[in-house]
């Protein structure tokens, strides 16, 4: 009988080993069919800021992106960077990166800058509503990982959010004009927690509450749906002067440089200040 019984229990054991190590498994290959698509901001003549900015916001957004793309490829996801060095990439190339992916999240990583110093915190930026998910969990890691103001989630019709058709979000990182902020970003440290959140946000975006719940508190099973403050329409001004423009105008629209299209800033990327 001992004998009979320790094969029972032998046996047993080889099941319950067997169902671990495929639940494992399974959680990896779950892992590993998602593409991420990591976007370093600007790059290359692009340095991104404002005029005078002391600090390359083109070399944290690189280094951030980098230090994301190991912890991802860690954990068996497939990243793809749409730049891996100092080059400026158009913005339609960056959306047409993301869009050749299938099973794809986008992440464009930035940092903030303000004409006035004391402007503060973390931002997420969202367009499309399938983006908000991701952009909730990644913001709730971002900016509860921040020793900076929580500036909350905004939908905005950035290009590079409006024109990919798989869930995108831009994240804010700190304002590199406020001296603390630029002194976080400044140390390795820091920018490794910063990947690590966003890494974090990308894992548990399945794990995000439905927005019908009223929930604020993440729990063990999910993350709490954020709110957020809609501004696409910031920049449609414009709208109402266009019926009274001469035929010259028009022409002369129609020939602006490939250029402005391309740049962060004529883009609707320009810096927000607190």
């Known amino acids: 009988m001992p004998r009979s019984s320790s094969g029972f229990i032998l046996a047993g054991l080889s099941i319950v080993s067997l169902a671990c190590s495929t639940s494992t498994a399974a959680e990896t290959s779950r892992e590993a069919s998602t593409n991420v698509v990591i976007d370093a901001g600007h790059g290359g003549y692009d340095r991104g800021g404002i005029p005078g900015q002391r600090i390359a916001e083109k070399t944290m957004t690189l280094d951030v992106a980098q230090r994301l793309k190991g912890l991802l490829s860690a954990k068996g996801y497939r990243v793809v960077m749409t730049r ?3 080059v400026f990439v158009p913005l339609p190339t960056r959306v047409a ?17 303000a004409k006035r110093v004391g402007a503060d915190g973390i931002e997420t930026y969202f367009y499309s509503r399938d983006s908000l998910p991701l952009a909730s969990a990644v913001h709730y890691f971002v900016a509860g990982g921040a020793p900076t103001p929580n500036r909350g989630v905004r939908r905005r019709g950035f290009y590079v959010l409006r024109k990919t058709k798989i869930p995108a979000v831009l994240v804010e990182c700190g304002f590199l004009t406020n001296p603390g902020e630029g002194e976080y970003a400044q140390t390795a440290s820091y920018r490794q927690k910063l990947a690590e959140e966003i890494a974090a946000g990308i894992r548990g975006r399945s ?15 999910t993350i709490p749906y954020q709110p957020y403050i809609d501004q696409t329409k910031v920049h449609n001004s414009s709208s109402s002067r266009s019926r009274k423009k001469s035929s010259k105008s028009k022409s002369s629209k129609k020939k602006k440089s490939s250029k402005s299209i391309d740049s962060e800033a004529s883009a609707t990327s320009k810096k927000r200040e607190g």
Not at 99 to 113: E, G, L, P, Q
């Open 207 to 221: 794990s995000v509450a439905s927005r019908l719940t009223s929930t604020r508190v993440a729990t063990a099973e």
């Open 84 to 86: 891996d060095s100092d």
């Open 97 to 113: 990166i993301a869009n050749s992916y299938r099973d794809a999240i986008f992440v464009c990583i930035h940092f903030n800058s």
